[in-house]
């Protein structure tokens, strides 16, 4: 067994399991190895700066035959490993060698002091990534590629990594990226992509949505069951810059005996209709639910909500990005002018639009005034990302073999942020609602350029691409079943 000392610069689990893996192999006992925690933003002696960056290794010894290392030590290590104390290395060699030396069952003992301290490394990392997503507040920007939802946070661990996979599966529908002092992470539709960490200047003080984001908070705030020594506790005062809600909260404290008075009448915001569809519910059972769905607040200025209509058996979905005003007077998709050059469209490749289904993106219509005249405006990706369960349980039921995306916003709601229209469109892509995924050119877009007279040429060529799509895509469609 070596009694040499030596030198282990660490810059991630990776790296500590690589060096812990080689001196377990050669039998180095923990007391002569001294971790030096490299990681971004880690406390570091001016002696360990000054140090070789290269770990110190013992010479090639012959493998051992078996090292057996317990699950349930595996499954710990990595969440551990995010703990800023640069103790965790030693931590977490000294268990591993006792672990592999004659003490497998050491994790059962609880009142171990090794296994002590790893719990309270382990739960303050649970801590800590549960701050992270119940604090990261996105702001949108714009930038050449569109929207951009962007949030700094300052954790107390090094959590990142071990916590950006929930932000990718909840906002799976937006670019998104979250900075701190250690390292950022960006999410471009498709893939997780870390950098340096960035100061909290890099982001955006405010956008559009904060006035939204605060009269929501506003209203869920219940001055009756505030327990101010419990909220600082759960709120940290170091997150409060990065939440807007914070700055409201002394106001509504002094108004907490009126608002304690009025507070029967308070309602809350929803975002997202997850809680409205039935789990279990027929396409006819979908509609009738969604016809109360309150989880945005575009059901407050539309007329009612327009559903997809179209048969339950359907082997092909068509999918729009939203109603337009016609739709939201009627109640059903694809009845005004662009409605009917889409019918028009799809009779001429042999496809009765009677045999498909059609639905949208966005279950309401979201329009500005001019006027007395409503005029349509794009839903935001937060807005999309609310209305998708129903596009998901409308998938879900039908089951179609093919599904054709009209727009970019239909597209995107499907393929997720990182679908390019001009790009990938008029290509069969399978996604996991059906094997053939089909995208085009809203028929919408041709209405736009043919409105102004300079762009004729424009829309003449969009209507040619359009139609060729169409046919395209009417070759692959399968029969029915008898």
Not at 193 to 206: D, K, L, T, V, Y
Not at 397 to 420: D, E, V, W, Y
């Amino acid at each position: 067994m070596s009694t040499s000392n030596y030198h282990a610069p660490v810059h991630s689990f990776r790296s500590w399991r690589d060096a812990a893996r080689r001196y377990l192999q050669a039998g180095v006992a923990p007391e002569n190895i001294r971790w030096v925690d490299r990681r971004s933003g880690a406390n570091q002696s001016q002696q360990d700066l000054f140090a070789s960056g290269e770990p110190d290794f013992p010479p090639q010894t012959p493998p051992l035959d078996t090292i057996n290392v317990p699950s349930s030590f595996l499954e710990i290590a990595p969440t551990v490993a995010c703990h800023r104390s640069a103790e965790c290395w030693s931590l977490l060699y000294r268990l591993l060698w006792r672990l592999t030396h004659s003490e497998k069952h050491l994790l059962m003992i609880a009142s171990d002091p090794d296994v002590v301290r790893l719990t309270r490394f382990e739960k303050a990392i649970r801590r800590d990534s549960h701050k992270m997503k119940a604090f990261v507040r996105f702001r949108s920007s714009v930038d050449d590629l569109g929207e951009h939802y962007i949030a700094w946070h300052r954790p107390d661990h090094f959590i990142l990594r071990h916590t950006a996979p929930f932000f990718r599966r909840r906002f799976d529908v937006m670019r998104w990226t979250i900075m701190t002092p250690d390292e950022s992470c960006h999410f471009d539709g498709d893939k997780l992509i870390f950098g340096a960490g960035m100061p909290r200047s890099e982001a955006p003080n405010e956008d559009e949505l904060e006035p939204l984001w605060k009269t929501y908070y506003a209203n869920i705030f219940n001055p009756a069951r505030i327990k101010l020594d419990a909220m600082r506790a759960e709120m940290p005062k170091k997150h409060w810059p990065t939440l807007p809600e914070t700055e409201m909260i002394g106001s509504m404290l002094r108004e907490a005996p009126r608002r304690v008075d009025q507070m029967i009448q308070t309602t809350n915001t929803i975002s997202s209709a997850q809680s409205f569809v039935p789990e279990h519910a027929s396409i006819e059972g979908l509609r009738l639910a969604a016809s109360k769905c309150q989880g945005c607040s575009l059901c407050r200025s539309a007329t009612q909500t327009v559903f997809g209509h179209g048969p339950a058996t359907a082997s092909v979905v068509l999918i729009g990005e939203q109603p337009g005003d016609q739709e939201d007077v009627t109640g059903k998709p694809f009845v005004g002018p662009a409605g009917q050059l889409l019918r028009e469209e799809l009779m001429s490749v042999g496809i009765d639009p009677e045999s498909v289904y059609m639905t949208n993106a966005v279950k309401h219509f979201k329009f500005t005034r001019s006027s007395k005249r409503r005029l349509h405006k794009k839903p935001s990706a937060r807005e999309v990302a609310a209305c998708r369960p129903w596009l998901e349980a409308e998938l879900k039921r039908i089951k179609p073999a093919q599904i054709l995306c009209l727009g970019a916003t239909a597209a995107s709601a499907i393929h997720g942020p990182n679908f390019r229209l001009t790009q990938q469109r008029g290509a069969f892509i399978s996604t996991r609602f059906a094997d053939q995924t089909f995208a085009t050119y809203h028929p919408s877009a041709i209405l736009r350029a043919e409105q102004t007279s300079a762009q004729n040429e424009t829309a003449s060529q969009i209507r040619d691409l359009f139609h060729r799509d169409l046919k395209a895509f009417a070759s692959h469609i399968k029969a029915p079943p008898a």
